[in-house]
């Protein structure tokens, strides 16, 4: 079955603990991003990435890092989380030729206490 | 540079009754246009998407959607709703010239079908 996974689906942590959440794809897309769903303000894209070892900015980039070593592979990594990430949090893969159809993973929802 | 204005944050109507979900976009040149849906607990899947042709698209399960270039709008419709249609659903929009990064999407609107 075609799908995006992530984990974990719910996370409770603290300010400042790194914390790491994996999306995988088993689509053979090149491309897969990371977007924070907030209220009344719908998604908004924090990375993105082209292919292997190519990524790059999204609109809300800040305090986030990504890795794209593997194709299927596109972790969101949080080296100090702060309660302004507390946030429900999508990883999406796209047809490699346009329209870029975008394949959703089922969410990741944190707090950061 | 392009935006969505989904213009209603919330729709709550009665199970069998019609309803519209309206979606306005800009845009300086063409674009392919997407409404998603997001069930509880889901993430976004989606619903229909307008690339080229005929202005009106559907989905499986009964909604449909028109492109109205002069009036920049993509409003989703059904003629009748049924309870499991309780769900948010996202506007969407991107150039066809684009990359897959530049698809935009509005900030959404919650559908409540009421028994």
């Known amino acids: 079955e075609a799908q995006v996974t992530q984990n974990p689906r719910y996370l409770i942590t603290v300010t400042g603990k790194k914390l790491t959440v994996t999306c995988s794809q088993n689509?053979?897309?090149?491309?897969m991003s990371w977007y924070r769903q907030d209220p009344g303000l719908g998604l908004r894209q924090i990375y993105y990435s082209m292919n292997v070892e190519v990524t790059d900015k999204g609109d809300v980039p800040e305090g986030y890092k990504v890795s794209r070593k593997e194709k299927r592979n596109f972790p969101l990594i949080l080296e100090s989380p702060s309660p302004n990430q507390t946030s429900l949090y999508f990883c999406?893969?796209?047809?490699?030729?346009?329209?870029?159809?975008?394949?959703f993973g089922p969410g990741t929802r944190l707090t950061v206490l | 540079a392009q935006s969505v204005t989904q213009l209603d944050s919330q729709v709550p109507v009665f199970e069998e009754a019609p309803v519209e979900l309206r979606c306005n976009y800009s845009s300086s040149v063409s674009v392919y246009l997407f409404w998603y849906v997001q069930y509880p607990n889901q993430g976004l899947q989606l619903l229909l998407k307008y690339l080229s042709g005929s202005t009106l698209v559907e989905s499986i399960n009964g909604f449909e959607a028109e492109f109205n270039k002069s009036q920049t709008s993509f409003h989703l419709r059904k003629p009748s709703v049924h309870i499991s249609d309780t769900a948010e659903y996202f506007c969407a929009v991107r150039t066809p010239s684009g990359s897959a990064r530049q698809l935009t999407f509005g900030s959404g609107t919650q559908l409540t079908v009421l028994p």
């Open positions: 999406a893969s796209s047809t490699p030729t346009g329209p870029y159809t975008q394949y």
């Open positions: 689509m053979n897309h090149e491309y």
